[in-house]
């Protein structure tokens, strides 16, 4: 089991840019798929952008593809979304979350960062 905790979040405005970091604690991130969600008032959870233990990265391509990206850094056990010109519609808890493989279900979590992004 792997723990894992967001930090990172805040208050900025439209337009403005925030990285996330998740680190992870109790194994290594090295061998996991990583991802990030986000679950805004009164929505469902959505997916936000993922990453292989190789570094493939994939993307949300209705919502963030092109302002948000993943990486990781193993070194560190962390993985992190940068996210730039972030939009009202960014304002979310946004959670990362590790699974052994692609098609695996995500079954590790963290407790969310709260993202806030004025107009």
């Known amino acids: 089991q792997v723990q894992l905790v967001e930090s990172g979040g805040g208050l900025v405005q439209a337009g403005g840019s925030l990285r996330l970091s998740c680190a992870g604690s109790g194994r290594a991130l090295s061998s996991l798929f990583l991802g990030w969600f986000r679950q805004a008032p009164g929505k469902e959870r959505e997916f936000v952008a993922s990453i292989s233990w190789n570094g493939i990265s994939a993307y949300n391509p209705n919502s963030v593809k092109g302002r948000f990206t993943i990486s990781r850094d193993n070194a560190k056990n962390t993985v992190y979304l940068q996210m730039n010109s972030l939009k009202p519609e960014d304002t979310a808890v946004y959670y990362c979350?590790?699974?052994?493989?692609?098609?695996?279900?995500?079954?590790?979590w963290g407790q969310g960062t709260q993202v806030t992004v004025s107009s």
């Open positions: 979350a590790a699974r052994p493989g692609h098609g695996d279900r995500w079954d590790n």
